[in-house]
Antibody, heavy 118, light 111 residues
């Protein structure tokens, strides 16, 4: 079964760091692009970061220089390292597979909640 | 501000058809037939409903259809059912520098 399971969400103070993980099963994370999408409370979907099989990355302007995406091929896992967190980074973070040739996003994980608050 | 523009809300009665628009530019929707649509129910992850503009994944009802004209893509739901009430998002390929962009989302209410 193709599945993504996120972990690592937590309550963190402004300026703090957090590392999210996304474990894939049923396919390899190197086979296409993997991305993180976030959704602030009551708001829409926003791309955060994408990492493709050729190593190319894409990041939203709002997280450039603070967040970085990486993958661990041996564990078939994708990570999102989040530094210098701000209150506006509070959101549900979804991991998803992004098909490079069609730009469709499927599957999605169930999400992990990040709350940035003092 | 989202790169693709969707109406904030649409509504329809059971059995009717509704259409949700997704307006982009010649740099995304207008240049590629790579628009996808997602349904999101409260507290749930988004679900792929349409990809490559008009293709349906296995298991998605044929009441859902997609199309495109110029810089605007559309999602049409026919024979509206109560279970279709949800938020819908469009997403488009936007070139090798940006890759993909989302619309702001549309809340569908079934009256």
């Amino acid at each position: 079964e193709v599945q993504l399971v996120e972990s690592g969400g937590d309550l963190v103070q402004p300026g703090g760091s957090l590392r999210l993980s996304c474990a894939a099963s049923g396919f390899t994370v190197t086979s296409n692009c993997m991305g993180w999408v976030r959704q602030a409370p009551g708001m829409g979907l926003q791309w955060v970061s994408v990492l493709c099989s050729d190593g190319k990355t894409y990041s939203a302007d709002s997280v450039e220089g603070r967040f970085s995406i990486s993958r661990d091929d041996s564990k078939n896992t994708v990570h999102l390292q989040m530094n210098s967190l701000r209150t506006e980074d509070t959101a549900m973070y979804y991991c998803a597979r992004v098909w490079a040739n069609t730009a469709m996003v499927n599957p999605w994980g169930q999400g992990t909640l990040v709350t940035v608050s003092s | 501000q989202s790169a693709l523009t969707q109406p904030a809300s649409v509504s329809g009665s059971p059995g009717q058809s509704i259409t949700i628009s997704c307006t982009g530019t010649s740099s995304d929707v207008g240049s590629y037939n790579l628009v996808s649509w997602y349904q999101q129910n409260p507290g749930k992850a988004p679900k792929l409903m349409i990809y490559e503009g008009s293709k349906r994944p296995s298991g998605v009802s044929n009441r859902f259809s997609g199309s495109k004209s110029g810089n605007t893509a559309s999602l049409t739901i026919s024979g509206l059912q109560a279970e279709d009430e949800a938020d819908y998002y469009c997403c488009s390929y936007a070139g090798s520098n940006t890759f993909v962009v989302f619309g702001g989302g549309t809340k569908l209410t079934v009256l």
